[in-house]
């Protein structure tokens, strides 16, 4: 049985002013140079669709697919990579793309998976944040919204593979 969707989180016209917010700020801090934004597929695919059109520099888009060893919804921190970059990223200005941080498991894994490519630069935008279940430090230089620590679907984000088409974005009703 699919779980009902709950209460709305973040109303999508908050999430359009957001992302019109991260992208202006990218456009004025990369000004002057080219990047390349790296999308964690899936749930990243519809932030950074909107995003790249909120950005006024040079860009181009390379995407990632990454699963999190060990079974449930929680992440064990040995991260897969399922799908790896096209783009050779070393001297460039990269941008990593995340729907949803939660222990930051994931995006540090990536972090040094990357940086170990040598890019010019390497940041993160991360749409959502759930501080509550952080288990390592991880700076994310465009951040979104906080969630509290509920399963949240829409604008991208998942359950089982359903949901990603909401406009909205919500909490799982909680069995
Ligand atoms: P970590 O824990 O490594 O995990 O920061 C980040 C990944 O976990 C997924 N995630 C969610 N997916 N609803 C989802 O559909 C959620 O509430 C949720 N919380 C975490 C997400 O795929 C992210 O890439
Ligand atoms: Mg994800």
Redesign the pocket.
């Known amino acids: 049985m699919m779980p009902e969707i709950g209460p709305v989180l973040v109303p999508a016209g908050e999430i359009q002013r957001k992302v019109r917010e991260l992208g202006e700020r990218i456009t004025r801090d990369y000004a002057g140079q080219n990047l390349l934004l790296v999308g ?1 597929l899936r ?1 990243a695919f519809v932030v950074l669709s909107d995003l790249i059109r909120q950005i006024e520099i040079p860009c181009e888009v390379d995407f990632m697919e990454v699963s ?1 060893y060990g079974a449930g919804t ?2 064990s921190g040995v991260v897969r990579i399922l799908k790896d970059l096209e783009e050779d990223i070393s001297g460039r200005h990269v941008l990593i793309v ?10 540090s894994y990536l972090r040094r998976s990357l940086l170990a490519r040598k890019p010019a630069s390497l940041e993160i935008c991360a749409l959502l944040s ?1 501080p509550a ?1 952080r288990q390592v430090d991880i700076q994310v230089r465009y951040q979104g919204f906080e969630v509290p620590d ?4 829409g604008y991208g ?3 089982a593979g359903f949901y990603r088409n909401l406009r909205d974005i919500y909490a799982l009703k909680q069995p």
Do not use: A, M, N
């Open positions: 964690i749930g999190s929680t992440s995340e729907d949803i941080i939660d222990t930051g498991l994931t995006l759930k279940r509920v399963f949240v679907v984000i998942d359950y």
